[in-house]
């Protein structure tokens, strides 16, 4: 039984120094097995998670000792953040330091949809020379519709901006004087309006209970048959079943998920799909903002486990 709890994979500089300054459990895969992880979270002061470790009522109360839960990344959604409140536990995540890496991975997710990359290489490495088979479609002068226009959509359409693209938003959280709509010179719109007029539509909302299962077959449908969807935000904001049907039918001409309903994803038809490209959630994935996020969640149980503030707190 240790003060600090890691639950997946989070390495880095600073996970070693936390290890070797503090009595740290690092268990990569405890998030799988459920009844290991409540045994040995009875005495731990910290835990530290990704977005796999249910922190669920259950959990919290089979850690009478805990003061802080580290989520290394953004959304929450795996985290009762009210409960925790409620028993005066500090809950931490990093807000901002993947924000990037997560809009440069939806610019690649667009650039290899609309230009067939996957395929073209796919065909090239089983001997084809096929080159008018992947003629593409380029990116300046497209719409580019952003459901959710906080950081990381915010990020992502300023580089959408950059190829010559024209920005529409969707976001029940704006209204339309705001700041980051005329500095993008961006059109807010209702999702449905967004859905029928973009080329690109990229999904950038974090999952609530209002956000789940928000995109149906029937939203897909409202696409134009030569756009394409990305999703690099969280895959339950998606009916993956409505999305697979809605490009059975050819309502749009591909998507890019690199998050899904279920992860690891089941089998699923979207696997044998030429238009879809699938990707394990790596859109945090990159040196610097891993280094960022590590970082940062080891700086806040360091300065909880020694009675200090830590810095970047959720306020439920
Ligand atoms: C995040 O929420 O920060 C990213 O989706 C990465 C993750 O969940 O680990």
Redesign the pocket.
Known sequence: MSDVLVTENIQGVSMNRLIQEHDVEFDAYLWQNTDLLKQKIQNTKALIV??QTKVDRELIDAAPELKIIAR????LDNVDTEYAHEKGIVVCF?PDA?SLS?AELTIGLMLALMRKIPEARQDTLTGGWNRLKFTGTELYGKSFGLIGLGRIGSLTATRAKAFGMNILAADPFLKADAPQLKKLNATLLSLDDLLAESDVVSCHSPLTPDTRKMLTYQHFRKMKPDAFFINT??GEVVDERGLTQALLEHKLAGAALD?RETEPPKQSPLNQMENVILTP?I??FTVEAQDR?VDSVCEDVRLVLSGKKAINVFEP
């Open positions: 990704r977005n290394a990344g953004a959304g990093t993947n997560v935000s969280r998050v959630h859109a945090a996020v």
